[in-house]
């Protein structure tokens, strides 16, 4: 069985202050790890993911996560936000045969001018 | 075009009553998932189908019944509705090896007065 911390339930920041949200997974197994983020009163959106290769990984909109298996960690960042980047961002982890993903409890992001 | 298309959007009805919620993917995917998300956000698996078979079954009520008519169409029956099961559901979508990650729906959300 997976597991996901986020280990901050709510994240403020300035505009173009950078950002850092946090998350460590538990699994038995090899795992697939991802970002979605929800924007309010809507679905979630894939943000980006580690399947394997480069453990450094990039979303169209200057976000990165980095998956480092000894701290069990794929922490969320970007270098400036804008208040458009406000948002619930959720970690998620898949391990195993039957691609369940299990999600954090989600980290609020907002972005204050 | 949706990708992944849930209806109705809002669903507000009394306790005691039946309700049924649809979900219908058209990115050609293998497997489809029902999530429930509840006031605090937190995402919890329901189920899961794969070419229209059971994979995952977490531990819902049995009021809570799947159905998969075909591997583009998951619908979700509520028997006996009760206050708690308000919540938003999310239908989502994937392909086996999850390269891509989930695609959700844009949710409905279920308010039993």
């Known amino acids: 069985a997976q597991s996901v911390t986020q280990l901050d339930s709510q994240v403020p920041v300035f505009e173009e202050a950078p950002v850092e949200l946090r998350c460590n997974y538990s699994s038995s197994v090899s795992v697939y790890l991802f970002w979605y983020v929800q924007y309010p009163n809507q679905g979630l959106q894939l943000l980006l993911k580690y399947l394997s290769g480069s453990t450094l990984v990039e979303s169209i909109n200057g976000f990165e996560a980095e998956f480092n298996k000894s701290q069990t960690s794929f922490h969320l960042r970007k270098p400036s936000v804008h208040i458009s980047d406000t948002a619930e961002y959720f970690c998620a982890v898949s391990g195993g045969s039957n691609y369940k993903l299990t999600f954090g409890k989600g980290t609020l992001l907002t972005v204050n001018p | 075009d949706t990708a992944v298309s849930q209806t109705p959007k809002y669903l507000v009805t009394q306790m005691g009553n039946d309700k049924s919620i649809k979900c219908e993917q058209n990115?050609?995917?293998?497997?489809m998932y029902w999530y429930k998300q509840d006031s605090k956000k937190f995402l919890k698996i329901m189920f899961s189908y794969n070419n229209k078979e059971l994979i995952i079954n977490e531990t819902v009520p049995n009021r809570f019944s799947p159905k998969s008519p075909d591997k583009a169409h998951l619908n979700l029956h509520i028997n006996s509705l009760e206050l708690g099961d308000s919540a938003v559901y999310f239908c989502?979508?994937?392909?086996?090896?999850?390269?891509?990650?989930?695609?959700f729906g844009s949710g409905t959300r279920l308010t039993v007065v």
């Open positions: 989502a979508s994937s392909q086996e090896g999850l390269n891509y990650g989930y695609t």
């Open positions: 990115l050609g995917h293998d497997t």
